[in-house]
Nanobody, 123 residues
Framework: QVQLVESGGGLVQAGGSLRLSCAAS????????MGWFRQAPGKEREFLAA????????YYSDSVKGRFTISRDNAKNTVSLQMNSLKPEDTAVYYC????????????????WGQGTQVTVSS
């Protein structure tokens, strides 16, 4: 089992920035990659970005490429999401997740999930 706890959400004005963090504990060595997702009211959960634990390779959805940056610190078992140029449509609950299977690291089929952190972008 891997436990994930997100932090850093909040209220920000459009054009602003936020940095989300995710602390992992438990069997973190089993994780192939970590990812960030979000879910807005009435919408399905959306994949945003992922990063491999081994070499730091990253993958982004087109909706956030160039605005969001994912990073990791294996020594601290943390993964972060730097979000710049935020828009009102970025308002959602943001989730951190972990996947053990290399075939699923660029999909939405992750194994462990955090409880989420709310991000609200005002216009």
């Amino acid at each position: 089992q891997v436990q994930l706890v997100e932090s850093g959400g909040g209220l920000v004005q459009a054009g602003g920035s936020l940095r989300l963090s995710c602390a992992a504990s438990g069997r973190t060595f089993s994780s192939y990659a970590m990812g960030w997702f979000r879910q807005a009211p009435g919408k399905e959960r959306e994949f945003l970005a992922a990063i491999k634990r081994s070499d730091g390779s990253t993958y982004y959805s087109d909706s956030v490429k160039g605005r969001f940056t994912i990073s990791r610190d294996n020594a601290k078992n943390t993964v972060s999401l730097q979000m710049n140029s935020l828009k009102p449509e970025d308002t959602a609950v943001y989730y951190c997740a972990s996947v053990t299977d290399w075939r699923r690291w660029r999909t939405a089929s992750y194994d462990y999930w955090g409880q989420g952190t709310q991000v609200t972008v005002s216009s």
